[in-house]
């Protein structure tokens, strides 16, 4: 990214602003892509422990795995998921506040035994499936976000921040080199004004 600039005081000025706003900021934008790398890291975590706790809740009921066959799927439903969004370092992100879900009514004494378990299984079963496509989520919410984070700060520390300071130091140069020709310049006007003063008047 080439900055446009010119060669007088007013550009400088404006350069040596830009430059301080990036230098402040930078560090405040490192933290926040630390921050965001640790919380993709915590969230990533967390759905692979929601991950593990469906498949092991799986393979507890394994075993049942011929009795599903008779269960009767109309009787239990999610009816509604409420989620809450909170905020970490910037970014708002899902949190799973209550699963609903809708039993119809069965027959007791005609329906097998193992009914009420299979629902409880099921609650239990959809609750953790729910939690980890949460925590999914939400780590793919905080990633593209630390991604975006990292662009930045590299963006300011290899693209920006140097580009400044050399712009700042070529028209630093530039003004030098002006105003050492302007001084050069003065000196020989003023020394040939002092050779035709000493000369004298020319007849």
């Not at 060669?7 to 402040?24: A, F």
């Not at 919380?39 to 706790?53: F, G, I, M, N, Q």
């Not at 919410?141 to 590299?154: F, G, H, P, S």
């Amino acid at each position: 990214m080439a900055i446009k600039f010119q060669y007088n005081k007013t550009s400088l000025g404006e350069l040596g602003k830009q430059l301080k706003m990036r230098q402040k900021a930078l560090p405040t934008i490192k933290s926040k892509e630390s921050a965001l790398r640790s919380e993709v890291k915590r969230a990533k975590d967390s759905a692979l422990e929601y991950r593990e706790k469906v498949d092991r809740l799986m393979a507890e009921y394994d075993y049942m795995v011929s009795l599903w066959g008779e269960f009767d799927c109309t009787l239990l439903r999610i009816s509604d998921v409420e989620l809450k969004t909170r905020k970490i370092a910037g970014v708002r992100i899902p949190e799973l506040d209550q699963v609903h879900f809708e039993e119809k009514p069965y027959d007791l004494f005609s329906a097998p035994s193992w009914y009420a378990d299979g629902i409880a299984i099921l609650k239990r079963l959809a609750s953790l499936s729910l939690e980890y496509e949460v925590y999914n989520r939400r780590m793919e919410l905080l990633d593209y976000a630390r991604r975006k984070t990292t662009q930045k700060v590299n963006l300011y520390e290899k693209v920006q921040i140097p580009g400044y300071e050399d712009a700042i130091r070529k028209i630093k140069r530039f003004m030098e080199d002006e105003e050492n020709l302007s001084k050069s310049a003065q000196k020989i006007v003023k020394t040939k004004q002092q050779q035709q003063a000493a000369e004298g008047p020319q007849a």
